[in-house]
């Protein structure tokens, strides 16, 4: 009879420990139901116990008993803190896992093991829920914890899988060089518990690291940070909830986990300046590329024209530069552009440095005046662009009149205006034109008459009332929008009050994706958004702090995070829901929405 129940006697004595002993929490296994095997693996050993100290720094290996058989599903997140040069070595023998290192451990160090979404058992698949193991190699257990959430600065949404680093080199470039003195990985809800830390002073940051090495690489990662030099003060005990493994389905536990600090990953404006793209996209026409926003140009020429017949145009950030030749002489197989501009030397300073760049056709591409007049198409002699009018944003955005190539010549006198009332009488209208201030080959045409539902409204080009720097005219055109007359679409209209400083007003979509409504005030209004379908919406609020109209993101070394985003919560949620045939009216209070 004894010997029927050793193997359950021999597991307890060396489970059963493990739940007195100074540990991270350990996993709790799911209920059994039908006959499909549900149930997690599931640990019913291991050596050396959790809370080990004067573990050897050599040599060391951690082995895990399970109650079956067990795969590893994805090593990387098989995860030691701090991390070493050389990710832990795990490998299954039985019902064992293995666990060594290929490199000595650091005297003296706590270090956990986390084992979160990394195995699963061999049969059904079923996810190990996770586990974090301690131990020392010296003769304490560091006792400290603290924990956070890391979210997207554009949609404040969870990033799962972010890396958050702990220094106590207190450097602003340690994130830079070397790897951290605590890690973590972030779970579903973009959660983290940095656990058994020592008592003493920290800065924190979190990445969103591609080459999984544990350092920020500025070219390739996110980033965010915490402003301030922070120092933990919640002790390690492994009933907290911060500490327990959580089936990630379960929101009501999942939220309610203690968050000290909130990271804001962005993407870092590159600091090098250098040159990194030049291309030529037509006979005169062509766009250069810096490395940095904001490039300092002293001055740039084609060679073979004068400096009055290049057109140039700068994208907002200043990094991407369009460039133009208004010249009918014929153009060359190869362009010769030069620029001189500031660029980053081995130093980090900005140098004036003279660049020849050689711009010739994309293959497959011919220079104009070498295609066979036999094979030119209509829409190789005519100025091209398109006139377009969305009915949603019509009455927002009005009509977009976009060129493909700078105008030499331009009538917009001869636009026609007209419209159709619903008995299909015909009125003439008129319309106010305005030059897009980031495209100049871009205009917006409205109506100076406010649009009416069940109306048809036309604008008409007539021919040759445009011509580009090629010495092509315009074609005729006539665009016909008429408003939404979907009884079913709804209006929400937003009371802004409080308004202090200058914001970005968009409306997203439920996923926070797409921007499908933008408005820009400093003032308090109301800002109408017609035309919606039922469904859940999102109403974010940008900080625009410094005043240019587009969000900012941060900087790492000047501790400048990016522009602040909210979300407009209603009735507790961060969404709206808007159901069909509706009329909607919110009260936003801006002032008391930055201050919460």
Partial sequence: MIKRFLPLIISAIVFVPMLFVHSCANTTQAPTGGDKDTIPPFIIGINPLPGAVNVPVNGAKIVFRFDEYVTIKNQKNIFLSPPLEKAPKARIRDKFLIVSFEEPLDSNTTYTLNMTDALADNNEGNMFPGYTYVFSTGPNIDSLLLTGKVQDCNTLQP????????????????????RPSAAVKTDDWGYFC????????????????????NIYDPDTDLVGFV?????PVVRVV???????????????MCEARRVDYKLRLFREKPSKQFLVNRVRTSDRAAYITFQAPYVWIDSLWFRGYKSDQVI???NILQDSLELWINSRKPAPDTLHLFVNYRKTDSLGRLQPALEHLRLTMPEGKRVFQRIPRRSLKHEDTICTYKLEAKPETVEQNGFELEFALPLIYENFDSLRFRYLNPKQKEFKGAVTVQRDTANLRKYIIRPTEKMLPGYEYFLKMPNRSFRDINGFWSDSTEVKVTLPSDEKLSVMRANLTGVDRKIIVDLLDEKRKGILRQYIVDKDCTLDFPYLKEGKYSLRVTDDGNRNSIVDTGSLLEHR??????????NGQDFIEIPASAEVEQEIDIKALFTE
């Fill in 227 to 231: 402003d301030s030099i922070i120092r």
């Fill in 312 to 314: 140039s145009q700068f």
């Fill in 238 to 252: 492994d009933t907290l909830p911060e500490m327990l493994k959580y089936d990630m389905t379960d929101t009501l």
């Fill in 159 to 178: 990033v799962k899988g972010a890396t958050v680093l702990l220094y106590k080199d207190l450097g602003d470039s340690a994130v830079f060089l070397h």
């Fill in 194 to 213: 940095l656990p058994y830390l020592a008592d003493t002073t920290y800065r924190l940051y979190a990445i969103k690291d591609e080459a999984n090495n």
């Fill in 561 to 570: 995070q990016p522009e602040s985003v909210l979300f407009v919560e209603f």
